[in-house]
């Protein structure tokens, strides 16, 4: 069975101070690993999606990196706009109907 | 222009009774999925639409059963509510089965009491 597990749950920073956000998956043969962000009320917005191991992607001040194991979500410099909660989903390679499995997500606060 | 739009918002009933969910789509996409997101906000998929094909999540009961009117279109009707039914359920869509990027609507809230 595929599972996808965040860390830490909740992440509060300060305006400024960068950090990481994890994701550590267990796929049966990875397809594709996604990151969304989602806002109160909202629904789930497309961020990046990883392929292979050691492929990276960057947005604006959001960097995901990917290993066999693990996905990181590199926030430098965050801004009071980028508090959200952040998911993370797989797609095993042996899926039928492109389901994806997410993981339970990360809470970022950024305080000015 | 909303792309993946849902009604309604918010969902009250009782138990026992049969509700139905809308869903459409304007992006010109070939799949659809229904997703619940229960109250310690975990997202699982419910069940995927492609081209009259339809993939069910096993874990789903059979109470809830997804119809598809036309390609724009995924409505989600549930029987015979029960309280754990309570929960967030998105709708999504994709360009086919192929693409990975999936597009969601804001959620429709439904409470069970």
């Known amino acids: 069975e595929d599972q996808v597990t965040q860390s830490p749950e909740a992440l509060r920073l300060q305006e400024g101070e960068s950090s990481s956000l994890n994701c550590s998956y267990t796929v049966s043969g990875l397809r594709g690993l996604f990151w969304y962000r989602q806002d109160p009320g909202k629904g789930p917005e497309f961020l990046f999606t990883?392929?292979?191991a050691g492929e990276e992607k960057e947005k604006e001040r959001l960097k995901a990196t990917l290993t066999k194991k693990e996905s990181f979500l590199h926030i430098t410099a965050p801004k009071p706009e980028d508090s959200a909660t952040y998911l993370c989903a797989v797609q095993a390679s042996i899926n039928a109907g492109n389901m994806l499995t997410f993981g339970g997500g990360t809470r970022l606060m950024v305080k000015p | 222009d909303t792309a993946v739009s849902q009604t309604p918002k918010y969902l009250v009933t009782q138990m026992g009774n049969d509700k139905s969910i809308k869903c459409e789509q304007n992006?010109?996409?070939?799949?659809m999925y229904w997703y619940k997101q229960d109250s310690k906000k975990f997202l699982k998929i419910m069940f995927s639409?492609?081209?009259?094909?339809?993939?069910i999540n096993e874990t789903v009961p059979n109470r809830f059963s997804p119809k598809s009117p036309d390609k724009a279109h995924l409505n989600l009707h549930i029987n015979s509510l029960e309280l754990g039914d309570s929960a967030v359920y998105f709708c999504?869509?994709?360009?086919?089965?192929?693409?990975?990027?999936?597009?969601f609507g804001p959620g429709t809230r439904l409470t069970v009491t």
């Open positions: 992006l010109g996409h070939d799949t």
């Open positions: 999504a869509s994709s360009q086919d089965l192929i693409t990975y990027e999936q597009y």
């Open positions: 639409y492609n081209n009259k094909e339809l993939i």
């Open positions: 990883l392929y292979s």
